[in-house]
């Protein structure tokens, strides 16, 4: 019920963004200097991570307000809005002309620069040619069968429980499972929450504590809710074999969410590099000139009271080493731990 509350309030939140043009008055300027002034303000009362993203958002201003002026051109304000933006390093934040979508350089430059996962490796050496597609998911066993191996790259591909329980009824003496989430850049919460309801847990497993900010000052923020592991479903039984999930830089959004969710599942262990966090979810409106516009504005707070939107930290580092071309030691070490729990078992 609570998450439920969560959900609901969140999306009664976008239902106020999409109104903004309704209740913005009609004689609201549209020139560059107003724009600009908008959408700095919009930020500074609503934005909800100023304190982990250590952002002086008056010196942001004071920097970029100058550069301003109404006979600008449409591309050069949108290089002053993208720039403002950018100061945020978050991945959930853009300004949208008809022209053009701004994306956050810190982000981007973090995710394609610290990859933990090599493609060619994967496919060539650990699904392989006789490799396995069921709904979203790519996989294929290793090592003689005991270990599963599951390549889930985009939260945008579906997770539905009856291709999870698909795989599991093709594997009948799987002994463990590898989830891998690396370069995962996230997608659609419900997929996450599906993929969730597919792992065994304790009665009223609690995953997190969520925030919307509701008001102008810096912790002005809703009280914290309380959001639980899903239940399970019928189209899946419960999944209590061990669990690895393999992530890094590139495990974003819906990707760092499971990721700190699963973290509180007993049979699951995270494995590989800190996420490229983007725990906050996003919402948005339209600027006076027609431009749209979105930011994140709640917050995800860890059972251990941290707010991880920089990334999530696994429970054991375990980094790609350069230069190999058969072997990925993520894998291989998720492996090793998967079977070698299963022998002291």
């Known amino acids: 019920m609570k998450t439920r509350i969560l959900l609901l309030a969140i999306t009664v939140s976008f239902c106020f963004a999409s109104c903004e043009k309704l209740l913005m008055p009609p004689d609201a300027e549209s020139t560059p200097t107003a724009t600009f002034d908008y959408l700095w303000d919009k930020v ?10 250590n952002v002086d958002w008056q010196a942001v201003y004071d920097s970029l307000r100058p550069k301003v002026n109404d006979k600008m051109s449409d591309d050069s304000l949108f290089a ?11 991945g959930h934040v853009n300004v949208v002309s008809p022209n053009d979508v701004s994306h956050c350089q810190g982000v981007f430059s973090r995710m394609i620069n610290n990859t933990n996962y090599d493609e060619n490796i994967v496919m060539q050496n650990y699904l392989k040619a006789n490799y396995h597609t069921t709904g979203g998911f790519m996989w294929n066993t290793l090592r003689d069968g005991r270990v599963v191996y599951v390549r889930y790259s985009s939260f945008s591909n579906s997770a539905s429980p009856k291709y999870f329980q698909y795989i599991l009824n093709a594997n009948p003496n799987a002994e463990a499972l590898i989830l891998d989430m690396r370069q995962n850049g996230g997608g659609s919460i419900v997929s996450e929450w599906d993929l969730l309801s597919c792992i065994a847990h304790p009665d009223s497993l609690k995953l997190y504590t969520s925030q919307i900010k ?17 239940d399970t479903t019928s189209a899946c039984k419960p999944c209590g074999l061990p669990i690895a999930v393999l992530t890094d830089r590139g495990t974003y959004s819906a990707g760092s969410f499971f990721t700190l969710c699963a973290k509180e599942y007993p049979n699951v262990i995270v494995m590989g590099d800190t996420t490229g966090g983007g725990l906050g979810l996003p919402n948005g409106g339209q600027l006076p000139n027609g431009w749209r516009y979105r930011f994140s504005i709640t917050r995800t707070l860890a059972n251990d009271g941290r707010n991880y939107e920089n990334g999530v930290p696994p429970d054991t580092v375990v980094r790609l080493i350069p230069g190999q071309t058969t072997q990925d030691n993520v894998i291989e070490q998720a492996c090793q731990w998967l079977v070698s729990n299963i022998a002291a078992k």
């Open 44 to 53: 500074d009362k609503q934005y909800a991570f100023f304190d982990v993203k």
């Open 80 to 90: 002053v809005l993208s720039a403002m933006l950018n100061c945020l390093d978050d």
């Open 214 to 230: 509701n008001g102008p000052g810096r912790n002005d923020f809703t009280t914290p809710v309380a959001v639980y592991a899903p």
